[in-house]
């Protein structure tokens, strides 16, 4: 290309920027580049196609953000009439420069377990939030909501009795009950131990009052995992996890199991499944698979790596871990596990989990210092207190090991 | 606004799932049998009914228009039965009993610019934040960052590269949303926050910004007059949790605010129990639209993983194996005095053994 050539194209340029609703964005437009799916090119041709003020106020806002290597919204209160949380405020703290970023209000909503969706669901949630808001969406946010994002306080409740009208609620914030997350379960996998999407439902409605009013001493997440492969993450993000799992033995199909090895050999039989067992729980014995299920951990590795051999046994249930969270404040924690097992197969197993839930909320609510998740009111008061508080019994499935210190209060 | 409501809230709860399942979930829910990964995106479960249900799965840029959702919703009605779910880690899968309709939604929706993949020995989405277009205290974006990951990572998303999967998360605070991964790219804060004691008095609950402080280094005090607090810089060790509590207590900074690489989180419990991530990288530039170096330090892991990871072996569980010393060599990151852990159980991560690799 020679130079002229190049100011045509430069003049080019700024003549179609003239046509365009949002102004320049030369930091954001460099990530309209590489093969990724780019979020600044939906937001752009959404505001192009809606000619929406408020998009263009977080377009310019993100962009001034990228410059200045600084955040500019701020939080504050937002409510729909009767709840106290599921509204996200935001506002921009530089209305001066940018005053089209002045509301940009978050929904929480919550989606139905495990994220499946009907087209007609989720078509008439986009037309319901194009018409009242800005028409961008997360799908999800890490505690499992769909976020709707960008909406004027003025229209908030209208919007809300919309969405609320086609059968839609909103998911917690602040000190509360949050949405709950599952994953795809009996819908759709072979691992699945328990009904996922069930008890989480069931469970969220139970506690929907909770959602809605904030009234504990911090935030309280369910995740529900259909076994120990765990793909809600639930160990370390949630304050109870519930993994599905069995008691009885690995159902194990011979025929598949030497169809795998032909397949694979007997290098990669050793390899990848019986090296792998973290308990050495398998064994060649004359050349056949055997596995100890006296000494099987449930850790699934050899079901995922000879999925038509090896599944889950029948006698199946879950087991119930509390206190899992992220850093803030004495460090990230992984959920300890307080009931082994539990059986999950009747409404009533159920309505029982509920009960245990409760009364774990309840002695977090009152032993529990303000701001203080469920784990760190164990680790200051103690696992052995909060057992005695809830009523469970103790038992060696709860440690990695027996204390190793003598500083203890003995029975004598 | 003064209209007259005419409907009355229905504390609903959770969206009610039974019509949001495809037909043939509905039909074999609870009885599947086993599956598997025919090419790198596809999935295909098999029912003991003898059903056979393929699934696509592609990325998406989680933060969506209705455009883009709508699109979703055409492809799904056309190829499966108007059905749709996401995953955890943002990638949207359509769910089809017939075969030909695979390789149809993979074009289609390679055609509208999503990539197929993320199941199996790969890449998959990551886990992300709002950031600067959404959060009230993020100290980088979320979605730019990890357009310019996947951007890096694109083929080892649509393709089976990996030894096994690798789960990437990104925070842009320290508070880390993001959450354990393999890879977690999370901020670090290098210097103590700076107290607006103008505003403080009527922007925050003063004893509660004393109290959130993991290390106690904030106290009250008076500054010309008007109640405020001051921060202990001894003390303080830059984590920001008092800018979550107060905005009149200011940690984020254009410079100051940094990049830090954690590895080996895993959350799954196969194999090896769930397990926290460790730095390996740190003060590393919050570089906006690209963050190269972030990018740099995520290839220079992946590189040696690839290379040398077993099959089924997370990365955590490889660096078990060969130990941190081979893994700072290899990815020719450099272990450095901070990486030592200084708080609360510090102890648990020193090696009180004689075993040395040399
Ligand atoms: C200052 C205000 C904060 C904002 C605006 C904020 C924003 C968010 C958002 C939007 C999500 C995803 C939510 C969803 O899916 O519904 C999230 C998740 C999360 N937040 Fe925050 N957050 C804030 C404070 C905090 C604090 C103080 C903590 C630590 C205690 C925290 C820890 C987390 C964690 C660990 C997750 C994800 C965990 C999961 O998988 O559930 N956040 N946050
Ligand atoms: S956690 Fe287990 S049951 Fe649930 S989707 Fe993952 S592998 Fe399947
Ligand atoms: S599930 Fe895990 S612990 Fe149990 S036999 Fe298989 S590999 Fe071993
Ligand atoms: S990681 Fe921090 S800054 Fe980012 S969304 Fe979460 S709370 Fe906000
Ligand atoms: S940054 Fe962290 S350590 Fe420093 S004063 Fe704030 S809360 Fe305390």
Redesign the interface.
Same mark, same amino acid.
């Given at each position: 290309m020679d130079e002229i050539d190049m100011d045509n194209e430069d003049e080019k340029k700024s003549s179609d920027q003239d046509k365009k609703f949002l102004n320049p964005t030369p930091m954001l437009d460099e990530l309209e580049e590489g093969p990724w799916p780019s979020f600044i090119t939906g937001i752009k041709e959404l505001a192009e196609r809606t000619k929406k003020p408020m998009l263009r106020g977080v377009m310019d806002q993100l962009e001034y953000s990228y410059q200045t290597r600084m955040g500019y919204w701020k939080g504050g209160l937002v409510m729909v009439r009767g709840y106290g949380s599921g509204v996200i405020s935001r506002r921009t703290m530089i209305k001066d420069k940018i005053p089209e970023a002045a509301e940009f209000h978050t929904f929480r909503v919550q989606p139905a377990p495990a994220l499946h969706y009907s087209t007609k669901m989720l078509r008439d949630l986009c037309d319901t939030w194009e018409k009242y808001g800005s028409g961008l969406i997360t799908l999800h946010g890490q505690t499992g909501d769909i976020m709707l994002q960008g909406i004027e306080e003025s229209k908030i409740q209208e919007c809300f009795d919309a969405i609320n009208q086609a059968g839609w609620d909103l998911g917690g914030a602040g000190p509360a009950m949050r949405t709950g997350v599952s994953c795809v379960g009996p819908a759709r996998c072979e691992n699945a131990c328990y009904d996922t999407l069930k008890l989480h439902y069931r469970v969220l409605k139970y506690f929907t009052e909770d959602v809605h009013r904030p009234q504990y001493l911090y935030k309280f997440k369910f995740k529900f995992s259909g076994c120990p492969n765990d793909c809600s993450n639930s160990i370390f993000r949630s304050d109870l996890a519930v993994i599905g799992l069995w008691r009885d033995s690995i159902q194990m199909d011979s025929t598949e199991v030497l169809d795998w090895i032909e397949k694979n050999g007997t290098d990669s039989l050793v390899n990848n499944v019986i090296n792998r067992c973290p308990t050495r729980a398998i064994s060649l014995e004359h050349g056949e698979m055997v596995i100890d299920n006296k000494n099987c951990v449930r850790c699934m590795h050899c079901l995922n790596v000879m999925p038509r051999a090896l599944s889950p046994g029948r006698e199946r249930g879950v087991t119930v871990l509390v206190g899992g969270k992220n850093i803030l404040k004495v460090g990230a924690m992984g959920c300890t596990m307080v009931v082994p097992f539990f059986k999950m197969d009747a409404d009533e197993d159920v309505d029982k989990f509920i009960e245990l839930c409760e009364s774990i909320i309840d002695w977090w609510n009152d032993n529990g210092f303000e701001k203080e998740r469920i784990g760190e009111t164990i680790e200051r008061v103690g696992l052995k207190q909060f057992l005695t508080g809830v009523g469970l019994e103790a038992s060696v499935d709860m440690v990695a090991k027996p204390r190793s210190n003598p500083y203890y209060k003995s029975k004598y | 606004?003064n209209?007259k409501?005419t409907?009355k @809230?229905?504390?609903?709860?959770?969206? !009610?799932?039974q019509?949001? &399942?495809?037909p043939v979930?509905k039909k074999n829910?609870?009885k599947?049998?086993?599956?598997?990964l025919p090419k790198p995106g596809i999935l295909k479960?098999v029912a003991e009914s003898g059903d056979t249900?393929f699934?696509v799965r592609a990325? @998406?840029?989680?933060?969506?228009?209705? !455009?883009?959702?709508?699109r &979703?919703?055409d492809i799904?009605?056309k190829y499966a039965d108007?059905?749709?779910?996401?995953?955890?880690r943002?990638n949207?899968e359509f769910?089809t009993p017939d075969e030909e309709n695979v390789e149809l939604m993979v074009k289609e929706l390679e055609a509208i610019?999503?990539?197929v993949g993320g199941v199996g020995p790969c890449v998959s989405s990551v886990?992300?934040?709002?950031?600067?277009?959404?959060?009230?205290?993020?100290?980088?974006?979320g979605?730019?960052v990890v357009?310019?990951i996947?951007?890096s990572l694109?083929d080892d998303f649509k393709n089976w590269q990996m030894p096994s999967k690798v789960r990437l998360s990104t925070s842009c605070c320290?508070?880390?949303?993001?959450?354990?991964a393999d890879i977690a790219i999370v901020v670090k804060h290098t210097r103590p926050p700076r107290v607006n004691h103008e505003i403080i008095a009527n922007t925050c609950e003063l004893p509660?910004a004393v109290?959130?402080c993991?290390v106690a280094a904030i106290r009250p005090t008076v500054v010309n007059n008007k109640q405020s607090v001051m921060v202990d810089h001894k003390k303080c060790m830059y984590?920001g949790?008092c800018f979550?509590a107060c905005?009149a207590i200011e940690i984020?900074h254009?410079?100051h605010?940094k990049i830090g690489v954690w590895v080996g989180?895993k959350?799954?419990?196969?194999?090896?129990k769930?397990s926290?991530g460790s730095l390996v990288a740190h003060n590393l530039p919050?570089n906006?639209?690209?963050w190269p170096e972030v990018n740099e330090v995520i290839r220079k892991i992946l590189t040696a993983f690839k290379k040398e990871g077993?099959?089924?072996?997370r990365l955590g569980e490889w660096i078990d194996r060969v130990g941190w010393k081979h893994f700072f060599e290899e990815t020719d990151l450099i272990f450095e005095k901070d990486m030592i852990d200084s708080?609360?159980?510090a102890r648990t991560t020193f090696n009180q053994s004689a075993h040395v690799r040399f």
């Open positions: - | 606004m209209v409501r409907w @809230t229905v504390e609903s709860g959770p969206r !009610d799932y019509e949001a &399942l495809h979930v829910y609870g599947w049998k086993y599956h598997e479960h249900l699934t990325g @998406t840029p989680r933060q969506d228009s209705v !455009d883009l959702i709508r &979703l919703c799904a009605d108007g059905y749709l779910r996401f995953t955890v943002n949207v769910m610019g999503l990539p886990a992300h934040t709002q950031g600067w277009l959404h959060c009230d205290i993020p100290a980088t974006d979605s730019g357009k310019s996947m951007d694109y320290a508070i880390n949303c993001g959450g354990q509660k109290a959130c993991p984590c949790a979550g905005p984020n254009p410079e605010s989180g959350n799954s419990n196969a194999r090896s769930p926290l919050n906006p639209p690209r077993r099959p089924w072996e708080y609360r159980h």
